[in-house]
């Protein structure tokens, strides 16, 4: 009975692990920037080593639906209105580079374990630090200096306290979304891959699969954000090419 559970287990821990690289990949050809537009979103100038045969990307059609045009990319990631949401994508998956290196399977997992859990409530955390700057900052009077103060002491003292992999370094410059969604892709197809390779040995029980399953639970989340505003990329695109072709549409 416990081997044939095993089965099962291990047979949809597959079936997830494989889902989730499928996605990742797809999304990230479905983003990918032509050549010439590769620096669109930061407005800087394209680098000639930063190539689509460079990254590995292939541009491709959204679920066989719409090839994207870069603007309406570069507008919907704006720099400015994700920045929050790109640093996240850029301190999760620089985390993930030393775990990498880990070769035990067992060992392997329980990090990445440790690293959502580190990951979720650092968030928490820094979202409730923001909360309490922005009630302080609408005191007035001495209350206002000692508040300030003591909120940004506890949340310095937050940001670089131990942690055992989460890294919540960031470079001193705005990071381009597009850029690190695209970076953030393939090490995230890199860790699946090695969770895939490290249920051949594990016994696989009720307890590693809820484990695996949690893991892959936090980035199903933030692939699904991307995914919802993809969607409305393709709705606004369908609209604009039916309003072309209707001769009753006047607008």
Not at 77 to 90: D, L, P
Not at 138 to 163: I, R
Not at 188 to 196: E, G, N, S
């Amino acid at each position: 009975m416990t081997t044939v559970a095993g089965n099962v287990w291990e047979l949809s821990i597959r079936e997830l692990i494989n889902k989730r690289i499928v996605t990742f990949r797809h999304l990230r050809n479905a983003m990918a920037l032509p050549l010439e537009l590769g620096a669109l979103g930061s407005g800087s100038v394209t680098n000639t080593a930063d190539t689509d045969a460079g990254r590995g990307a292939k541009r491709r059609a959204y679920f066989n639906t719409l090839l994207f045009d870069p603007e309406d990319l570069c507008g919907m990631f704006n720099s400015i209105r994700v920045r929050k949401r790109t640093r996240a994508y850029f301190m999760l998956g620089s985390s993930l580079g030393p775990i990498l290196a880990i070769s035990n399977p067992s060992d392997y997992i329980k990090a990445l374990g440790i690293l959502i859990n580190e990951y979720d409530t650092y968030m928490a955390e820094a979202g409730s630090k923001t909360k309490k700057r922005n009630f302080f900052r609408k005191s007035k009077g001495g209350d206002e200096q000692h508040g300030s103060a003591s909120s940004l002491s506890v949340q310095s003292e937050y940001e670089l306290g131990n942690f055992s992999y989460l890294d919540t370094h960031m470079p001193p410059f705005d990071l381009d979304f597009l850029q690190v969604f695209d970076t953030f892709c393939q090490i995230t197809v890199i860790m699946y891959t090695k969770l895939a390779d490290s249920l051949l040995s594990i016994p696989i029980s009720q307890s590693a699969f809820d484990s695996i399953a949690k893991i892959d639970s936090r980035f199903k989340k933030m692939i699904g954000v991307v995914v919802r505003e993809l969607d409305e990329l393709v709705k606004n695109a369908v609209t604009r090419e039916l309003r072309l072709i209707d001769p009753l549409d006047m607008a």
